[in-house]
Every structure is written in structure tokens, then in C-alpha cells.
């Protein structure tokens, strides 16, 4: 299973550190993504690192220069780091695991953010 936390309400400007945490599966052979879904709107990729050690990474256009994700195998977790957070930015953000960048197949519950004008 996986597990996100750090989500809450920034107002605009401002940063969050998003965490994703696995359990039951070793974190270090997979690819992980965090997407977004805001209401109305459909689910979004935001940033994704492939598995192994140094594993390159994938942003969102929209958030290139602001977030920058980050993983520690050893502790089974990877990061969402937020900067210069913007009101598009609200949302649900999920964490997902699988083969690659282009293939998720375990999902979190997500955890909310919310930024303010």
C-alpha cells in the first residue's frame, strides 16, 4: 500500500513537502508518480522518478522550476517538494507505484492542498 501525507493550505507563495510511503513492496525497483486531481478537472500528472538509484525525472510543464521530486529507497519514501505554490496548483495529490513513468498500477488514498489567493 501507499501512503501520502503533508498536504494542507498555503496561501500563495508558499511551499509544502509532500510525502509518499510504501509498505509491502520494495519501493526501489519502481517508478513513482504524483498526479493531481482538482474538482471538475481530470486527474493530471505532476512528477514522476523512475526506479533505482538516481533515476531520472518528469515534471509537468506547469511546475518545471517549482516542484522537484526526490526518493530514498532505504526508507521506502519519495517526496513532492513544492515551492512558489500557485491557486492552480489546489488539489488532491495522489502517489502511485509500477513499471515505469508510463504504467501505474497502485494508487494512494491522496491527500489534499489547498492554496490561497
Known amino acids: 500500500q501507499l501512503r501520502e501525507s503533508g498536504g494542507g493550505v498555503v496561501p500563495a507563495g508558499g511551499s509544502l513537502r509532500l510525502s509518499c510511503t510504501a509498505s509491502g513492496r520494495t519501493f526501489s525497483a519502481y517508478a513513482v508518480g504524483w498526479f493531481r486531481q482538482s474538482p471538475g478537472k481530470e486527474r493530471e500528472f505532476v512528477a514522476g522518478i523512475n526506479g533505482g538509484y538516481g533515476g531520472s525525472t518528469r515534471y509537468l510543464d506547469s511546475v518545471k522550476g517549482r516542484f522537484g521530486i526526490f526518493r530514498n529507497n532505504g526508507q521506502n519514501m519519495v517526496w513532492l517538494q513544492m515551492n512558489f505554490l500557485k491557486p492552480d496548483d489546489t488539489g488532491v495529490y495522489y502517489c502511485?507505484?509500477?513499471?515505469?513513468?508510463?504504467?501505474?498500477?497502485?494508487w494512494g488514498q491522496g491527500t489534499q492542498v489547498t492554496v490561497s489567493s
Open positions: 502511485a507505484t509500477g513499471g515505469s513513468l508510463a504504467s501505474f498500477d497502485t
